[in-house]
DNA sequence: TTAGATGCAAACGATTTGCGCGGAA
DNA sequence: TTCCGCGCAAATCGTTTGCATCTAA
């Protein structure tokens, strides 16, 4: 149970402040993003068997852009051709990717680059700092 | 003068021992990277100035996944649709973006993770590891 | 009532691949 | 002489957008 600490209707509740409307799409989609620990597509997420409503992919595309643009969501690029996406009120997360087959595992460290990124946003003047770490290798699966 | 003490004959002596043969495309394609203090994208790499002969995009493209997979390049997520690349052997960058205007800055830091690096290796079995650290944010520009 | 949201379908842009020719080894 | 690498063109795939309709506010 992924983000037990964290509540559909305070999610939609954040949404509707920003200007989003309560539509049966949003709601499912946060659903989707809530119960899943890892990033997903949006194809995952259109496809996804906790999806309560059937969504079009520009819906989605649409709906997950909206929740980026309000930083709800947090892009994650990953090396594959689509991008990843996850919660960003989610505790923030560093990976470990398979660069040969694209497994993703979770790294369960403590972020080492916290104290720098105030530094550097006080060093660069750039206004809401935000960072993506990940580790790229071939997992023991692919070196068999 | 990026990578002044990096030789592109050297580089070409790495491809040809790792079976690659010396065509005039992939010297032009090292000799463009080997001139970017920033990485690029198969499209800028193929309209460089400094691109000393024509190449096809599928020429670029086949020939960057090559040093890609012998790991002479580095891929870069950043945010864009396209990738980008820069050669493995200078020295490690880190970068800060501009999520409104895709503007890159090299960081000048010394990168916090190569020990966590070697740790997460030895823990999680996995080989080659390898890391991309992003700072995203707004730039001073897109502020105004 | 009406401005924002959705579905459908078409457009886009960055790869990615098939194929026949040309050049490095 | 062989086989890898190249250009050309077509196929893919993940978005991205236009438009008419629907619906939350």
């Not at 996804?48 to 929740?67: G, I, Q």
């Not at 660069?99 to 809401?128: N, T, Y």
């Amino acid at each position: 149970m992924p983000h037990s600490s964290l509540n559909l209707e305070s999610l939609l509740e954040e949404c509707a402040k920003s200007g989003l409307r309560r539509t049966s799409a949003l709601r499912a989609c946060l659903k989707v993003l809530l119960s899943s620990d890892q990033p997903l597509t949006l194809q995952e997420i259109g496809a996804s068997p906790d999806l309560e409503v059937e969504c079009d992919p520009a819906t989605v595309y649409r709906l997950v852009t909206r929740l980026e643009e309000r930083r709800i969501v947090r892009r994650i690029g990953f090396h594959s051709r689509a991008a990843h996406y996850c919660l960003r009120e989610s505790a923030h997360q560093d990976y470990l990717i398979c660069r040969e087959c694209g497994a993703v595992e979770v790294l369960d460290i403590a972020c080492p680059v916290e104290h720098l990124e105030k530094q550097i946003a006080s060093e660069s003047g750039f206004r809401d700092l935000d960072h993506e770490l990940e580790f790229y290798g071939q997992c023991l699966t692919c070196q068999g």
